[in-house]
């Protein structure tokens, strides 16, 4: 482990030791806190991923939001309604999107075990191809490859409204039992949440739109919060590497946190006139 | 399955390095093409995609009406507003004008008395002026949706000028001006329609707001009265509240926080009550009625910007840090190959 460690720590002072040598030549001024940033965060989730394949434990808290969506999938099939998935009205150049099919597909395996209809309405072209690519594998993972079909995901409209128009339909027609929000949300979930909520569904939302998170958050039963929806794939997948990143993440937000507070404490003593040294200026944020 | 397993991959992973180092690399063909080049190929392809999208989209409608499934009606609009928008993008321009060449310097009044009865003019001086202007060669400012309705405008103004001619505008463009079939679809039946979807959020805000405003717990009751606040604090009527008003808010709000650790209530009321008369009393004396001797911390509006600026904006940028660092992991596993999406 520490081996490995250390040899993770010699690649990354090579790098930045690279960078430094071509900085201005090579490499583009004014960015190398970034750079740095970018090459430390990298080796951090690097370790902790191989760390995870060694065999590593790693503990993740109960999440409440990803432990309820087998249970939502359940009612559904006990009430022989069918489960509706929104994966967000941006397209693939979203991690948010990214994030919220890699969901679907573990929502797909669930559902195709449980033989529950499953409904993806999409915003977008793209995103229907890789929704229905992320079905079709995980009704083949379940062993029921013979139930799915390709308008298990279906496109609606680029715009906002219409789309939402449409999937608000699709729930006030069809009350599905379940409905997951995950993806990238803007002004539509609220109206989506709150129909939903009218249907008497057990909803499940999660997104990286900051903004829209107290809506979801008054409107859903659960809702995956900032990092526990990038979290979730890794959390339901449950293979070592997946976690690893998760572990890696946790410690680089320890280290934010650590920077924080040094640069608080720094600035603070400085402001008061006890200190000649700018933090700000040294670590190039100022 | 090399090209459908491994080469997928080995894109993602190649080009997803590619654009995150190119950010760095000091060269302008790559920077050029991590700026713009790569964007642009994603524009490029999702233009093309959305050929997928529209024909999944009509023939879901068009099955769902073939085999007259559940409110199969629903469905003929839509393959009706489909139909119809095709047509006014591609078939229809509409988008007419009508151009007059060396207008009579005279008959420039009765130009715009003629060019009153098809549009509303604010200001006929300035549009006289505009006309003068250009008198050699004048388009008149209102597009037609028909054709014959600009020939029969260009009907009743020939004699106004040596020439009078109708055209129409270029392919494409029509979609953009007002006056073409597309523009009219877009603005009188699409933007009340969206206007009506977003309108209804409001609704929706009030009935969310609602139950989560109701007083279940202590974080409710907490957000309750945070949202109370903010609300006032951001209307005008927050600034006219006086101090007594706040100081007294302030003094049950403290007794309410200390309610569950004190069992004997005659304590609890002689602790509000004596709070109560102390802010009062500490009022008179230092004379709070003038707004130069007001604390700060009794006014609502200072109140609604502390909790603004403060406890609201920690708390998302905790959420912000938290999304930033998903994404980055996120991003991480993608590229190196870890997590396929795809």
Redesign the interface.
Known sequence: MNNKLLLIGIVSFIIIFV?WLGY??????G?SA??IG?IL??ST??FY?DAARSGKEIYLRPIAGLKAIEEAVGRATEMGKSVLFVPGIS?M?Q?DT??G??IL?HVAEITAKYETDLNVP?C???V???AR??CRESYLRAGRPDLYYD?IV?????????Y??GVN?VMI?EKPAACFYQGKFY??S??L??TGNSIGAIQIAGT?S?SQ?P?F???CDYTL???E???A??YLSNKP??IG??K??DI??FM?IVIMITVFVFDTVRQMGLLDFNILTFLGLN | MFLKRQMPTIIAISVGLFI?FG????YEPI?HFVDNDATQW?DI??SF??????L??LK?QVLKVAKKQ??WQ?SILAILGFAFAIFAGFFFRGANYVNLTEIDPDKVTQLITHISTIQDIKDPLLMKKSINSSLADYEIPKIFISRSNANHFAGLVSGLATDVTVGSKPWGAHVQIEGSLFSWMFFKV?TP??ST??A??AF??A???Y??FRIRNFEATLLLVAGIILMIGRVPVGELIPWWVVSTLIVFGFGALIAPLIMDKKILFGIIFCGFFASIGLGIIFDWSLAVNTPEILSITNISEWIFDYPTAAG?RA?????A??????????I?G??K??
């Open positions: 960078y201005g030549l090579l490499f583009v001024e960015n970034t750079f970018i965060v990298s989730i690097f991923i397209d150049d991690v990214v994030a099919i890699n597909g999409t977008r072209a793209i229907m191809e890789s690519e992320s308008d279906h496109y609606i409209s680029d715009d906002q409204f219409a939402a128009a339909g027609r002004a539509e609220l109206l949440a709150e990286g900051a998170i809506f958050v008054t409107a919060i900032g990092e929806f990038f979290a794939s890794a590497e997946l990143s998760i890696g993440q680089v937000k934010v | 995150l950010h760095f690399i000091n920077q994603f392809i999702a995609a959305i050929f997928l999208g529209a999944n989209m879901l559940k409110n629903y699409f329609l969206s979807m977003f209804l959020l929706f805000v009935s969310a707001s139950r989560a998302s959420i912000m840090i938290g999304i660092l998903g994404i980055i992991a996120t991003s991480f596993r993608i190196l870890i997590e999406p795809f």
